[in-house]
Each structure stands twice: as structure tokens, then as C-alpha cells.
């Protein structure tokens, strides 16, 4: 497969670059860039909303996790789809009509300049983890395309992403994520309907074994999540960034709900997958391949093309929306300056760094995203959802806001990455498991504390 992969692999590249310069005409301002002239239509938001949310932690991530504790690993993209259908119900018109342009933006709004910087750090450097995790994904899955390693074919690959995002900004990036979309659905539906159809005996055994809870995956797992990952689908930057060039607010309130819907459709169907290889493939069948790549080395070649390159368009469609939105933040929130030259450098700088991290190859996509979540979640979500629902409303006392954030943000690194430190000085394994959860009920008993009187 390796000549094959490596020829459609060119041209798919050559078609992204060319969708970026065919745009650079179209981009006549600063909103035209960042947010796409906000004027995209309902389908184009679903489409580029399910094309940023499906990525390499949602495919590769899922099938893994899947394999490893049975059916309940649906549950990160459940939470996900339930986190859009809740945005849908309670937000997504709320923050279309205040008009930001970003997250931070929105902060800004509301709150004032001290919210916008804050949200803007935590987002610019937890999501260059984020991007190098997608970058991390991108390069295990050609290596295993090619049969092997190619630092080359990667790096090129990498270098074309940044470059097609940095010519055509978010206009491009919702073009491609539209292609990269249909590839991706096509390409996970085959792969299902081969394994069960023609791929062994054990239909009847994974259908019993279905079930929402079990040793591996308890109540307390299920609270965190559904806090941690359905929290950043309620109101994360990426998915945020989709309200932000929809039309008006009806279109973005319709993109997340019907976004929501096929989630959920998807994550079942991914899931699925999982469970086949599950029940049919033993660890020493799979070796070091990932849940994924097994499926992809016993598919006819034609099929495991299709899904290669499908869990490429996932990954990329990501890997985009993460390094424009993140490149638009640095300039618009934290410089403070509408340049599109100047996101433009910032995609360029974010993309290199983060290809760096990842050629270092430190993490997987799952503990790098996981990360990210458990800093952005408890120390934004509650804040900024409250803030907005006072937004007009009631005025918020700015430095209490800013110490939710920060206070949030704390116990969600202590609980991430110095977890070892905390347990070697004698703090509880109990504590220590709902660290996260605690942040997030700080951050909102102090954000609730923050409205004030009347406006």
C-alpha cells in the first residue's frame, strides 16, 4: 500500500494547498480570515463543526480505549455529542448575539480586558499540546501507511497543513473540513460494515456484551467526564470558533444540535468498531499497532486506503480549526491587533512549535488532550458560562471572576500533572481522583459569587 498511499497522499495534499490560494482573493478583511466573513450556512457549520470535533482522538483515541475497557469508552464522544445538544438548547444563540469574534473576545465583552488575557493564555498554550497530539497521531498513522518511519514524508505533510491554514485562514480550513468530512464518514462506515459482514463469528457475543458501566469504567469516571469532555463540547474555543462564523444565531443554534445528533450516531458506530477487534483480536494478534491499524491491515486494499485516509482527514480537519483559532486568539486577544499578516506569522509559529513537541514524540493523543481538557475545563467553563448568562444582565466583580479562573485552572494541573507529588505527600487517593471536579465546583461557587447587583 505504501506507493499507493504515498501518491494520493501528494495529491490530496495538493488539493488543500490549492483550495488555500484560490481563497487568498476572497479574504478582503480581518473577519473574512479569523472568522470566515460570518456568514456561513447552516450545512457549512455543521460539516466544518463534526469535522473539527471528529479527530484523531475520536477515531485512533476511541477504537484504543474501546479495546481496552469494552463498550463504556463510548462515553467520550457521548458526553461530547450531549456537551453540543446542551450548547445547542442553552448558549449557542446567547453568544452569537454578543458578536465576538473568539473566545477571549467574548470574554472581553463581558467581563472586560483581565478575562480576555487569562482565557487567551490558557487556551494558546494547553492547545499547542493539543495540536502536537494531532501531529503525534498524524505521524503513527504514516508510518504505518508507508511501512515505515519517514520523518520526511511527516514533516512535509506537517509544513503543507500549517501552510494551507496560514494562506486561506478559516475560510480554507472550513473548504478542506468539508472534504476531509465526507472521507472521514465514508471512510469509518466501510470499515464497520466490512468487519461485521465479512470479518467473523462473534457478532452475537459483542452484542451481549454491551454495557454502559463495568470494572474499568465506574459512576466516578463517568461523573468526571461528563464534566471534563462534555464541558470543553459545551463551550470549548474549537467548537466555540463555529458559532462564531455561522450567520446568525438560529444557524449556529440548528449547526449544534443536528451536530450533536450525528455525534451520537458516530460515536456508536466507532465504538462498534472497537468492539470487534475487542472480541476478535487478541493483544498478541494486535502487538503495538492500535485498535485502528488492525482493522486497516486486514481490509481489502482499496478499503484500507479509504480509511486511511479518513483517519488523516480527522486528524487534519482538527490539526486546522486548533491552529487557527489559537493563531487568531495571540493576535486578536493578546496583541490586541486585527492582522491578518499577522495570524498569518502566529499559524506559521504555532505550527512549527508544535511540530517540534511532536517529533520529540512525547504522549499520545488521548493523555495530550486529556490534559489540556483538565486545565481549560474547571478553570473557564463554569466562569464564562455564568458571565454570559449575567451578560446584560447583572455586573461581575472582575478580580473574584479572574480568581475562579485561576483557582479552577490550579487544582486542574495539580490533578494532571503533579498527581505523583501530591500522593507522595500523603494527599488521598480519593481526593486526588476528583481533583478536577473540585476545581470545577470552585471555580463556579466563585464565579457565582462574582454577580453582582443589577445592572
Not at 491554514?165 to 465514508?186: P, R
Not at 466501510?190 to 459512576?219: K, P, S, W
Not at 449556529?252 to 450516531?265: D, E, H, Y
Request: hydrophobic letters at 55%; charged letters at 10%.
Amino acid at each position: 500500500m505504501n506507493h499507493i498511499f504515498a501518491a494520493a497522499l501528494g495529491l490530496y495534499l495538493i488539493l488543500f494547498i490549492a483550495i488555500g490560494i484560490l481563497d487568498i482573493r476572497n479574504i478582503r478583511s480581518f473577519t473574512d480570515y479569523s472568522v470566515a466573513g460570518k456568514k456561513q450556512t447552516s450545512l457549512s457549520v455543521i460539516m466544518t463543526l463534526l469535522a473539527t470535533v471528529i479527530g484523531a482522538s475520536t477515531t485512533i483515541g476511541i477504537t484504543t480505549t474501546v479495546y481496552s475497557i469494552g463498550f463504556p469508552g463510548i462515553w467520550w464522544l457521548a458526553f461530547g455529542a450531549i456537551g453540543l445538544i446542551l450548547q445547542s438548547l442553552f448558549l449557542s444563540e446567547r453568544v452569537r448575539s454578543i458578536g465576538a469574534d473568539t473566545l477571549p473576545d467574548l470574554a472581553a465583552k463581558i467581563v472586560g480586558r483581565r478575562a480576555e488575557i487569562i482565557i487567551s493564555l490558557i487556551i494558546v498554550i494547553s492547545w499547542v499540546g493539543v495540536i502536537a497530539g494531532q501531529l503525534v497521531a498524524m505521524n503513527s498513522l504514516i508510518t504505518f501507511a508507508l511501512g515505515k518511519s519517514s520523518r520526511l514524508i511527516f514533516v512535509i505533510t506537517s509544513i503543507i497543513v500549517i501552510a494551507y491554514t496560514a494562506i486561506g485562514g478559516q475560510m480554507s480550513v472550513v473548504k478542506t473540513d468539508k472534504v476531509q468530512l465526507i472521507i472521514i464518514l465514508i471512510g469509518v462506515t466501510v470499515c464497520m460494515g466490512y468487519l461485521y459482514i465479512t470479518g467473523g463469528d462473534n457478532n452475537a457475543d459483542i452484542i451481549r456484551n454491551i454495557e454502559l458501566l463495568n470494572d474499568d469504567y465506574r459512576v466516578s469516571n463517568m461523573f468526571t467526564q461528563f464534566f471534563v469532555i462534555g464541558g470543553v463540547y459545551f463551550l470549548g474555543p474549537d467548537i466555540m470558533s463555529r458559532n462564531f462564523i455561522s450567520k446568525d444565531g438560529r444557524t449556529a443554534k440548528r449547526a449544534a444540535l443536528v451536530s450533536g445528533i450525528v455525534l451520537l450516531g458516530f460515536s456508536v458506530v466507532i465504538t462498534m468498531i472497537g468492539m470487534w477487534i475487542r472480541y476478535n483480536v487478541t493483544p498478541d494478534q494486535m502487538g503495538d499497532m492500535g485498535a485502528l491499524m488492525y482493522a486497516i491491515s486486514i481490509m481489502p486494499k482499496w478499503a484500507a486506503i479509504l480509511l486511511v485516509f479518513g483517519l488523516l482527514s480527522a486528524i487534519l480537519s482538527s490539526t486546522d480549526t486548533c491552529i487557527i483559532n489559537a493563531s487568531s486568539i495571540f493576535v486578536k486577544d493578546i496583541l490586541k491587533k486585527e492582522s491578518v499578516t499577522g495570524v498569518r506569522i502566529t499559524v506559521i509559529v504555532i505550527g512549527i512549535i508544535s511540530l517540534m513537541l511532536a517529533a520529540l514524540g512525547q504522549g499520545d493523543i488521548m493523555s495530550l488532550l486529556t490534559g489540556a481538557y483538565s486545565i481549560y475545563t474547571p478553570g473557564v467553563i463554569f466562569p464564562l458560562m455564568i458571565a454570559i448568562f449575567a451578560f446584560n444582565k447583572r455586573k461581575i466583580n472582575t478580580g473574584i471572576w479572574i480568581g475562579a479562573v485561576i483557582s479552577g485552572g490550579m487544582f486542574g494541573i495539580a490533578g494532571t500533572y503533579f498527581g505523583s507529588v501530591l500522593t507522595n505527600i500523603g494527599v488521598s487517593e480519593p481526593f486526588m481522583q476528583y481533583l478536577t471536579l473540585i476545581g470545577m465546583g470552585l471555580s463556579l461557587a466563585l464565579a457565582l459569587i462574582s454577580v453582582r447587583e443589577v445592572v
